[in-house]
């Protein structure tokens, strides 16, 4: 989804750290304020549902894991086409 560090407040920025784009087993570096948070994917589901883990922080580790899921919903205008995604 383009621009969808804009759903979320407090992010930044985000950059693949693998090969693959998207996808189950994909990894991405997000930064969140000062922090940056290494995430891999567990579960994908073109936009409908993304699901990951966070499995390091930076320069804190706050916390063990972290998962989350995230569900996304077409909005739609009025004659049905989708012209953005809810979170």
């Known amino acids: 989804i383009p621009n969808w560090v804009n ?3 407090g992010v930044t920025s985000c950059e693949w750290t693998s090969t693959e784009k998207g ?3 994909s990894m991405r570096k997000v930064f969140v304020g000062g922090m940056e948070a290494d995430e891999e994917f567990i579960a994908w589901e073109p936009m409908k549902i993304w699901s990951f ?3 390091e922080t930076k320069p804190l580790a706050l916390f ?3 998962v989350e899921r995230v569900t996304l919903e077409p909005i739609e205008q009025d004659n ?3 012209i953005g995604t809810r979170v």
Do not use: D, H, Q
């Open 80 to 82: 049905g086409i989708i």
């Open 7 to 9: 759903c979320f407040e």
């Open 64 to 66: 063990r894991r972290w």
């Open 53 to 55: 883990t966070v499995f």
């Open 23 to 25: 996808g189950v087993g």
